[in-house]
């Protein structure tokens, strides 16, 4: 079973969240079981972006980074908080670690910020929102990345994305490296996708 941690802090973007659980819980049940997510949070209670609770089932103080086979990360909002805790040392030291082990690490969005502001991102290739009226390009920039304008960049064993749209893209491509292009098929077939 491949564990997957999907770290998760007040702002974060519901939807950029749920695409983790709903393709890799698909693969759990229909496809070939493998994969199994574990919601992880600063707090034992986060706000989304769009002001609804959500109850992690664990928190970082009560897990073991080692029993984790990748990591997922969504997106949020500043005007939610989404930095103030997302560029927290102990949220900054979880992807360091994983970073460390070479393990997957996958981001939607903005949080390919955060993956900056750890110092993974230095000299990587990577991309971030970038609508036109962004000024998040220029901020992960500064963090040392090597600026793609693609949609999803894959360097090495860390994805990032350019917008929301591209979140299920993301979460299909972290089940392809957990598993195979093949059960992705399978898993995508069943879930409307072909």
């Known amino acids: 079973m491949k564990k997957i941690l999907l770290l ?14 709903d393709v890799l819980g698909w693969n759990k049940w229909e496809g070939d079981g493998s994969t199994e997510v574990v919601t992880v949070g600063l707090r034992d209670k986060l706000t989304c972006t769009w002001n609804f609770t ?15 086979d990748a990591l997922a990360i969504p997106g949020g909002f500043e005007e939610a908080g989404f930095y103030e805790d997302a560029y927290n040392e102990q949220f900054l030291n979880v992807i360091r670690h994983f970073n460390e082990q070479q393990k997957p690490i996958a981001s ?28 998040r390009i220029e901020q992960l920039k500064n963090f ?33 490296i957990l598993t195979s292009k093949e059960n992705v098929r399978h898993v995508k077939d069943l879930m409307g996708f072909i």
């Open 8 to 21: 998760l802090v007040d702002g974060f973007e519901a939807v950029e969240a749920s695409v983790f659980t």
């Open 54 to 68: 959500v109850v992690p089932e664990k928190t970082i103080d009560d897990i073991q980074l080692e029993e984790f």
């Open 108 to 135: 939607i969005c903005v949080a390919s910020l955060v993956l900056g502001k750890s110092g993974i991102l230095e000299g990587r290739n990577a991309t971030t929102y970038n609508h036109p009226t962004s000024f």
């Open 144 to 176: 040392g990345a090597n600026l793609q304008q693609k949609r999803i960049v894959q360097d090495g064993h860390i994805i990032t994305s350019s917008n929301p749209g591209t979140a299920f893209e993301v979460a299909f491509l972290l089940l392809e």
